[in-house]
């Protein structure tokens, strides 16, 4: 698989054998990341031309791509070490995982999301 960085969208494509990830060479490096791990899900997870699938399709690996930005970027065994209720956590994972501080709120709303609190009895 080629990457290459150039000042046009972001895009997979798969010729055959050949695959290659464009990256928006225009954009600062944090969104540039971020492109990257998007076009990475569809070229490890999905299939077909999306400009010729059914809209409900495309829709679905959009949202199947977004969610694995999430996890792609900020992988919880890298961030567990990091602590929750530091509130300067989003700009500290931004700055260390170079990713934007949206990615990073969103990241962070799933995994409190998921925390249960303990019911004492």
């Known amino acids: ?3 290459h960085r150039k000042p046009t969208q972001a895009s997979y494509m798969k010729v055959g054998r050949y695959q290659e990830i464009i990256i928006d060479s ?3 490096i944090k969104y540039q990341r971020e492109q990257f791990f998007h076009e990475l899900c569809h070229a ?12 409900a399709f495309y829709e679905l ?7 694995f930005t999430l996890y792609a970027s900020l992988p ?7 602590s929750l209720h530091n ?6 994972w931004s700055r260390d995982f170079n990713i934007p501080r949206y990615l990073c709120a ?15 009895t």
């Open 1 to 3: 698989m080629s990457l």
């Open 26 to 28: 225009r954009l600062p």
């Open 44 to 55: 490890l997870r999905h299939f077909g031309c999306q400009s010729k699938m059914p809209r």
């Open 61 to 67: 690996q959009e949202r199947d791509a977004k969610h």
């Open 76 to 82: 919880f065994h890298m961030i567990k070490g990091y």
């Open 87 to 92: 509130p300067d956590i989003i700009e500290q």
């Open 106 to 120: 969103e990241r962070l709303e799933k995994i409190k999301g998921r925390v249960v609190p303990k019911i004492t």
